[in-house]
Every structure is written in C-alpha cells, then in structure tokens.
C-alpha cells in the first residue's frame, strides 16, 4: 500500500464537494432557539452555533451561519426580539460560520473580526482539506473592524470580551466571553462530541487546539455555559472530555511518527479507535482526525 492511497481525495472521500453540499443542505435546516442566560441566546442549525444578545440597543450577533438559511435565520431572530442587527462578530473565516455576513450587513450589522479573518475573507483563499478554493467575499460581507489580541465591546448593558486564540483551528480564531451572563462562545476551537478539522490551510494546527482547548478551560467555572462552534451546548465537563480526547490522541500519534512510522501505518495503529464511538463522524472519522493530527505532529 503507497502513501498516496491516504491522499487527501481518500481521506475525505465522503465530503466530495462539501462547501456546495452544506450550502444547499443549509436551505432547509430547521433553525432551533435555545435561550441562555442574561440575554443571550443561541441558533442552532444552520452552520456554526450563532449567539444572539438582544436588548434596547439591538441585537449583538456571534457567527451569521449560511447565506441560504437567511429567511429561517430571519425568522428566528425576529421572534426573539423586534430589536435590529447592530453589530456581528465573526469567529473565524470559515463559510458556515461567515457565509450570512452580507445579509446582516445589508441589514444594519457592524461587522468585527480578528485581522486574520479580514485577510482570508478579502482574498481567494484555498482550503485543501475541503479541495475548495474560497473567491474573495463582496464588500458587504468584509469585517469593517479589526483587531489583533483583544477586544471588549459594551453593549445592551453587557460586557463581551473578545480575546485571540492564536493560531488554532485557523489563523484568525477568537472567543467570546459574556461576561455577566457568564457565557462564553468558543468558536471551532470546540467540537462537542465531533472530532475536529483542523485548517492547516490558513494556518491552524493541532498543537494550537490543545493550546486553545486549555485556554477554554482557564476561562470557565461550573457554572459557566460554553457555545461550541459546533455540538450542543455544554459546560466544563465536557470541555474537559474534548480536551483529554486531544491530548491523548496527538500524544499517540506524536509518539509513533517519532518512531519512524509511515501515515498509512500510524493510521492503521487506530490511535483514535477508543475514542471513535463518541467522537468519530461522517465529516472527520478517525482516520481523518489521525492525517490532521499527524500532519502537525
């Protein structure tokens, strides 16, 4: 068996054309509400979890999900509140967490994000993982606003700290911490319950997700609810469970690169076959997560 049977073709067999699939799938998801706490609320359904903060001032919205989810995307905020979009955060660049940008741009949103995440959206950008490359995004859909470490907004009487991850699941990852509700959204550098891709394309890598994940765990208590990008919402437990899945599995397949073993043969070692039944999924099975941890490890 040579090295270029795992290509990345093979690996990612499954999700051929996944940027069209996803889109067109996304037309019809169901668009469920979650509330939280102090104002905050979530959309589940449509791409990455989207946070919602309403009040007097407006909605504060936390990822835009997909341009074809608009009308349902619509819907749910209104019922939520009468209040307008004023402002929308961008997690990273990725199209199902950034693809609605436009629209809630259109709409009234003031549109922030970690400088990196500017870059990648105002360029062609090439995703290899996906065999997709990104055209740069309309105007509209480009975060007006910057930054590079962090951010605090104060908004409908909140406090939303913004903070930089550093390069984790891209180049451009950011949380959002709201402070009195005690919520904070991690973006993709959390899968609840999914193994993770990891962008090494715009600069994520494996190394950087542990970083991150022990980075979630130092912000939270017991208390605190945590927004995955994806998965459902959860709490410290099982931000714990995500990050001991990491480290033991790069930790496995750290070690056996370091003995000189081949991708094919380090994948057919199963390092992830403990963890498949809870983590693996159709999109990053545990043959997919072993070649992005082996990539950076």
């Known amino acids: 068996m040579t090295g270029a049977w795992w290509s990345r073709k093979r ?6 054309n996944i940027v069209v699939t996803a ?5 019809t998801a169901t668009i469920t509400v979650q509330p939280l706490r102090g104002n ?10 989207i946070a919602v903060l309403t009040g007097p001032d407006g909605k504060l919205i936390i990822d835009s999900g997909y341009a074809t989810s608009r009308a349902k995307i619509t819907d749910a905020l209104t019922n939520l509140s009468p209040d307008p979009i004023k402002h929308l955060v961008n997690t990273h660049w990725h199209f199902d967490h950034c693809d609605g940008n436009e629209w809630m741009h259109e709409d009234g949103a003031q549109i922030l994000a970690h400088e990196n995440t500017r870059k990648n959206l105002a360029t062609s950008t090439r995703v290899e993982g996906w065999d997709f490359t990104f055209p740069p995004s309309p105007a509209g859909a480009i975060p007006g606003e910057v930054f590079g470490d962090e951010k605090t907004l104060h908004f409908n009487g909140a406090t939303i700290a913004l903070k930089y991850y ?3 699941h891209t180049d451009g990852d950011l949380s959002a911490y709201f402070a009195e509700a005690d919520v904070l959204h991690c973006g993709d550098t959390w899968w609840n319950g ?12 494996i190394k950087g997700m542990i970083k991150a994940a022990e980075s979630n765990l130092a912000k939270v208590t017991d208390k605190t609810i945590v927004i995955p990008g994806h998965g459902k919402i959860a709490g410290k437990a099982e931000l714990t469970d995500y990050r001991d899945m990491l480290v033991t599995i790069y930790d496995r397949v750290a070690a056996l690169k370091k003995e000189g073993k081949s991708l ?3 994948i057919a070692a199963k390092p992830t076959a403990a963890y498949d039944s809870k983590w693996a999924g159709s999109f990053v099975n545990g043959d997919v997560f072993t070649k ?3 990539d950076g490890a």
Do not use: W
Request: no cysteine; glycine share 14%; proline share 5%.
């Open 264 to 266: 094919e043969e380090i």
């Open 11 to 16: 690996l990612f067999a499954e999700i051929e």
């Open 194 to 205: 999914h193994y993770p891709f990891i962008d090494y394309s715009t600069g994520g890598n």
């Open 23 to 27: 889109r067109k799938r996304a037309e």
């Open 166 to 168: 550093g390069p984790s």
């Open 292 to 294: 992005l941890v082996y």
């Open 40 to 49: 905050v609320s979530t959309l589940i359904g449509s791409g990455g979890n």
